[in-house]
């Protein structure tokens, strides 16, 4: 249906993730503070490359397709982050993106996030994707700006403890 490819941006390359990604993915998201909304722990090397297989296989349902990206900043020549897409087909046949995005504590506040995120909606706009979806909690002020910033706005919908955000087309 979908499959992931590069997304140049200014300052930004989103890569097709790859296994091999793991070990340096590891550095990026191992603070712990990372998880204060989302839950969890730092990952481990092998945790992160038996995921990125498992994500690298795909859904295997020919309705859903795994995007998944890493974020590389151009002039640190380094990864920053990750930004995916799980992307459906609706009874309709029209298309839904559910998105999230985690940039390491060390890009945090210079906008990675925000202009990673704009190039995902964008990809996925250019893919013919008519509602694009993310949830945010609703304490994380940081990701509700990006949201915001990305043509996102909250909706009375809550899953999971976190609140949808509904992308909205601007003309």
Do not use: K
Request: hydrophobic share 40%; proline share 5%; charged share 25%.
């Amino acid at each position: 249906m979908i499959t992931a490819e590069a997304v140049p941006t200014e300052r930004l390359i989103l890569r097709p993730l790859r296994v091999e990604h793991a070990r340096e993915m590891a550095g990026v998201l191992s603070d712990p503070e990372l998880y204060a909304f989302i839950g969890g722990e730092p990952p481990s090397v092998q945790s992160l490359r038996s995921r990125y297989e498992r994500w690298e296989a795909g859904s295997g349902d020919p309705a859903e397709s795994w995007c998944n990206w890493v974020v590389e900043s151009r002039e640190e020549n380094c990864l920053t982050g990750t930004v995916q897409a799980t992307v459906t087909r609706e009874d309709d046949e029209s298309l839904t993106a559910e998105i999230s995005w985690i940039v390491g504590t060390a890009w945090q506040g210079r906008g990675v996030a925000t202009e990673a995120a704009r190039a995902l909606v964008g990809w996925l706009r250019q893919r013919h994707v008519t509602r694009i979806v993310v949830h945010v909690h609703p304490r994380h002020g940081a990701s509700a700006a990006v949201a915001a910033a990305a043509g996102f706005t909250p909706t009375d919908h809550w899953h999971d403890g976190e609140i949808r955000w509904r992308h909205t087309v601007r003309h």
